[in-house]
C-alpha cells in the first residue's frame, strides 16, 4: 500500500505500518468525535478538514483504507458531508489525485 511506502529514514516497513495503523486509529477518533470533518470538492474529491496528527499518511490513502475495512466513523463522517455539502464523494476523483492540502479549501490534482 501506497501509505507505507513514505517511511522516514531508518525506519523499517514494520514500523512504518505501525506508524499507519495508529495514525488511522486517531483519524477515526477524531472522525468520530467530530474533531476532524470530511469536506467534498465540486468533482467529489475527499480531504479530512482539522486532521493534523497524520503522520505523512494521505487523505487519499486514509479514506482508500478506512474504505476497505468498512469504517463505521468514516461512513457516517461521509454521509454527513455528502448531506451537507449536497454533493457525493467521487472515487475516481479521489483516484485520480485531486486533493486539498489545506483541509478542502482549495483543491488540486497531481
Not at 514494520?14 to 467534498?40: F, H, M, N, P, Y
Not at 487519499?60 to 468514516?74: E, G, V
Not at 458531508?81 to 457525493?88: D, I, L, N, V
Amino acid at each position: 500500500m501506497a501509505c507505507e511506502s513514505m517511511r522516514q529514514p531508518g525506519q523499517s516497513l514494520s514500523e512504518r505500518i505501525d506508524q499507519v495503523k495508529k495514525a488511522l486509529a486517531r483519524l477515526e477518533t477524531e472522525l468520530t468525535a467530530g474533531r476532524v470533518k470530511v469536506a467534498i470538492a465540486p468533482n467529489g474529491a475527499l480531504a479530512f478538514a482539522g486532521w493534523k496528527d497524520r503522520d505523512n499518511v494521505s487523505d487519499a490513502c486514509a479514506y482508500r483504507t478506512l474504505t476497505a475495512s468498512n469504517s463505521w466513523a468514516l461512513r457516517q463522517s461521509v454521509a454527513r458531508a455528502e448531506a451537507m455539502s449536497g454533493r457525493k464523494v467521487n472515487a475516481r476523483a479521489i483516484a485520480g489525485g485531486h486533493h486539498s492540502h489545506d483541509g478542502g479549501n482549495t483543491w488540486e490534482k497531481h
